[in-house]
T-cell receptor, first 115, second 114 residues
């Protein structure tokens, strides 16, 4: 089955640690995205990538880093510079098309908690 | 700036009654509009989209949405609500400056009481 997989489902981070969230897709989608969702709030774009080896900052990129070495993979690192990282993180993918969109396919999310 | 607004944080409906979740947008050019649903601790699921054509778009789980260009709205509707429809709903619009980026609204929590 084609889809997008995020791991782990739950992640705990100590103060000052970097952690990496995994996102893998086998949909052959060119574009991938990372969003942050806080309780009772909408989605905020962290980073996105429309092609391998290229990515752009979203609205809240500070304290985060990404890489796109393979089309299938778009890992997100939450660095120690991110002062309030506790949130639900969602990864998504899509085709890239000037004539329209098929919409995003989302992973099931990773809940990150600082302990 | 491109944007999408969901004016209601929460909508409460009795089971069996019709439901409407409101969405308005502001974009340059022709809008590409979407609705997504999110169940607790899960990712978002695609419900339906409007690209062009008929103003009434039918989607998954019996939902439909009506595109109204003069009112710049794209309200989500269902004729008869189910308790299982209770979830968080997001309206979204394509960012015309990008071939792939979508801008999401703040979400509306739909609660269906038995």
């Amino acid at each position: 089955d084609g889809g997008i997989t995020q791991s782990p489902k739950y992640l705990f981070r100590k103060e000052g640690q970097n952690v990496t969230l995994s996102c893998e897709q086998n949909l052959n989608h060119d574009a991938m995205y990372w969003y942050r969702q806080d309780p009772g709030q909408g989605l905020r774009l962290i980073y996105y990538s429309q092609i391998v080896n290229d990515f752009q900052k979203g609205d809240i990129a500070e304290g985060y880093s990404v890489s796109r070495e393979k089309k299938e993979s778009f890992p997100l690192t939450v660095t120690s510079a991110q002062k309030n990282p506790t949130a639900f993180y969602l990864c998504a993918s899509s085709i890239v098309s000037d004539t329209g969109l098929s919409g995003y396919t989302f992973g099931s999310g990773t809940r990150l908690t600082v302990v | 700036a491109q944007s999408v607004a969901q004016p209601e944080d929460q909508v409460n409906v009795a089971e069996g009654n019709p439901l409407t979740v409101k969405c308005t947008y502001s974009v340059s050019g022709n809008p590409y509009l979407f609705w997504y649903v999110q169940y607790p601790n899960r990712g978002l699921q695609f419900l339906l989209k409007y690209i062009t054509g008929d103003n009434l778009v039918k989607g998954s789980y019996g939902f439909e949405a009506e595109f109204n260009k003069s009112q710049t709205s794209f309200h989500l509707k269902k004729p008869s609500a189910l308790v299982s429809d209770s979830a968080l709903y997001f309206c979204a619009v394509r960012d015309p400056s990008s071939a792939s980026k979508i801008i999401f609204g703040s979400g509306t929590r739909l609660s269906i009481r038995p």
